[in-house]
């Protein structure tokens, strides 16, 4: 019962007890069994989705930083809020491809624009393959 209300949470961009929340951000981070952190659902339309995030995606790093856990993800896209009107983000994401010859692992850069407290819109600079080195 805590696991789907934690989800739910998580979902609705609520964090628990009274320091709660953020603008919402349409999506709900899990870590799996393989110990990576993916976006289990993503809504379209909403700030997450206009970041560049997708259902399944296994999220690598958001503004430079990694993590170990659902939450901590959630943390990391929140905190590249409110540092000003406009902010630059990048975001690394590992993504199933039907073409399996094409790198799986992609590099988002863009722009989080605050339009007025709470309510942010995002928009993808780029969205180009990324090859480890």
């Known amino acids: 019962m805590w696991r789907i209300t934690a989800a739910c949470l998580l979902l609705i961009g609520v964090a628990a007890g009274p ?19 993916r ?23 958001i503004g430079g930083r990694q993590f170990s856990s659902g939450p901590d993800a959630k943390a990391a896209v ?4 409110g540092e000003g009107r406009v902010t ?10 039907k073409d399996k010859s094409r790198p799986s692992v992609r590099k988002i850069t863009g722009k989080v ?21």
């Open 19 to 37: 320091a709660a929340a953020g603008p919402y951000l349409g999506v709900e981070f899990t870590k799996g069994k393989d110990d990576k952190v």
């Open 39 to 61: 976006a289990r659902t993503v809504e379209p339309k909403t700030l997450a989705w206009q970041m560049g995030f997708r259902p399944g995606d296994v999220v690598r790093s």
């Open 78 to 81: 929140e905190s590249l809020l």
């Open 88 to 97: 630059d983000y990048e975001i690394v994401v590992e993504r199933d491809v």
């Open 113 to 133: 624009t605050r339009e007025r407290p709470g309510v942010y819109s995002a928009k993808v600079d780029k969205d180009v393959p990324f090859q480890e080195r």
